[in-house]
């Protein structure tokens, strides 16, 4: 069993930053930030895979959004830099014990354990 609680959202103007961290209990193979904008579907913005030297980014926040995680404290973290109101949606955490094959990793549907999100709201 995992358990995820996300922090870090809130309000920014475009061009701004944000950092969202997520604390995990439980043993885990791969970690995700995925987002959803309100009427879109669930979208894997980054991830990040144990053995897997070179993270998944979405195209939309390549070069802007960096993830991180810290063993130690088994925390997933996601540095957005440059934010574009088109980054408003809400953030979801979300962790697999299984380790996930590279076609499979931005599938919302691999994933098992979720947390319950955070807002994130850019203006223009």
């Known amino acids: 069993q995992v358990q995820l609680q996300e922090s870090g959202g809130g309000s920014v103007q475009s061009g701004g930053s944000l950092k969202l961290s997520c604390a995990a209990s439980?043993?885990?193979?791969?970690m995700a930030w995925f987002r959803q904008p309100p009427g879109k579907e669930r979208e894997g913005v980054a991830i990040i895979c144990v053995g897997v030297t070179s993270p998944y980014y979405a195209d939309s926040v390549k070069g802007r959004f960096s993830i991180s995680q810290d063993y130690t404290n088994n925390t997933l973290d996601l540095q957005m830099n440059s934010l574009k109101p088109e980054d408003t949606a809400m953030y979801y955490c979300?962790?697999?014990?299984?380790?996930?094959?590279?076609?499979?990793?931005?599938?919302?549907?691999?994933?098992?354990?979720w947390g319950q999100g955070t807002q994130v709201t850019v203006s223009s």
């Open positions: 979300a962790a697999s014990q299984g380790w996930l094959a590279t076609m499979y990793r931005a599938d919302a549907n691999k994933y098992t354990y």
């Open positions: 439980g043993d885990t193979r791969c």
